[in-house]
């Protein structure tokens, strides 16, 4: 137990591997350590990057859904509108076409009516004279009271 | 003296533990040859054990470290990559906790410093007589395996770290502020008046407490550490004769011994960073 030259080796020996420690392993593992941590921090910072990123493009896509909604119901309310004027608009189309319609065929039957009358006036004033010859070939000359006949014929 | 050279012959407990206790030594004889093992009180001896030891364990740390340091990449880490990151970190961060200046020698300093004393400590776990006895089967007499238990080893150490923190203190406060340090500090001379005659006592008296103060900072960082690792030897070498009772004795000692093989590599690591903060700090 005495002191002697191991302890100059010793401290020789530390002086080495100190030095060496310096130089060869304490440099390069503190620059991988380093650069690892700016690595991550950069990572995290990426990460959370996405994360703002991908809540702004849902926001965005809600806002798009939502207004292609408000424009989908934009256009259904119009097509209503369209249907229901179509609608009327037949409607109003129809009822005008009856009335000419109706209007047309009151007017041919009164027509009919007239010509029907007008026929069956000429015939019983046809048949009236006739008669009426028939009864005055026995008494009245028809020739004399031919404007007695016509008067008659034209109040019927 | 104890058996050499493979010779086995019936042991006292005192022969066994001085045997165990005894460095390998290789010194120039008064006639001029080596001789190994009659070296008692010659300065120039060298403990070859300790020697080899000491820088063994100093080789497997710096290749360890150097094989990770290589292959270090910031990329995804290996094993041995993450476990010296491990160490490497928590040195890092116990230096920059005490160590405010800058310094690109402290770090690995303490690194070294933590690592080698930690594997030589590590050495008082292998079973006290396997590396002994394997020795003197190949026919070397002594084997002393954990340098720590070596008050050179340890000293050769705390003079290194005190020469650093004489070089430390001058760097940064200059000669004059080392000299000041040593000789105006605890009690402050006056400086006029009639006290000026009390001066040169009370820097002298100065001198002598600060001087006793710096030199105990080494004395006290490498008895500590050949103190605990010497008893600690110790304490396992009698538990190792004590018959078949040693098997659970010598496991329980060894479990304790873990924390303090830890224990005082981290101190001594520790006091010298202490000590090197404390030299370049200007209070």
Known sequence: MDINMTLIGQTIAM????????????????????????????????????????????????????????????????????????????????????????????????QEANRAREELRGQVSAIAIASAEKILRREIDGKSHEDILNKLAAEL | MASEGGHHGPQTSGEYIAHHLQNLQVCKSETGDWVWNECAGNPMAINVDSMFWSLFLGLVFVLLFRGAAKKASAGKPGKLQAFVELVVDFIDSSVKDTFHGKSTLIAPLALTVFMWVFLMNLMDLVPVDWIPMASQAIGVPYMKVVPTTDVNITFGMSIAVFILVLFYSIR????????????????????????????????????????????????????????????????????????????????????FHVLIVTLQAFIFMMLTVVYLALASESH
């Open chain 2, 172 to 255: 940064n406060k200059g000669f004059g502020g080392f000299v000041a340090e040593l000789t105006l500090h605890p009690i402050a001379p006056p400086l006029k008046g009639v006290g000026l005659l009390a001066a040169p006592f009370i820097i002298a008296f100065n001198f002598i407490l600060e001087s006793v103060a710096l030199l105990a900072k080494p004395l006290s960082l490498s008895l500590r550490l050949f103190g605990n690792m010497f008893a600690g030897e110790l304490i396992f070498i009698l538990i190792a004769l004590l018959g078949v009772w040693q098997l659970p004795l010598h496991f329980g000692w060894a479990v």
């Open chain 1, 15 to 110: 002086v080495v591997f100190v030095w060496f420690c310096m130089k060869f392993i304490w440099p390069p593992i503190m620059t991988a350590i380093e650069e690892r941590q700016t690595q991550i921090a950069d990572g995290l910072a990426a990460a959370e990057r996405g994360q703002q990123d991908l809540e702004k493009a849902k926001s965005e896509a809600a806002k798009i859904v939502d207004e292609a909604r408000k424009q989908a119901s934009g256009i259904l309310d119009q097509a209503h509108a369209r249907a229901n004027e179509i609608v009327s608009e037949g409607k109003a189309d129809g009822v005008k076409e009856r009335d000419r319609q109706l209007i047309a065929a009151r007017a041919e039957i009164e």
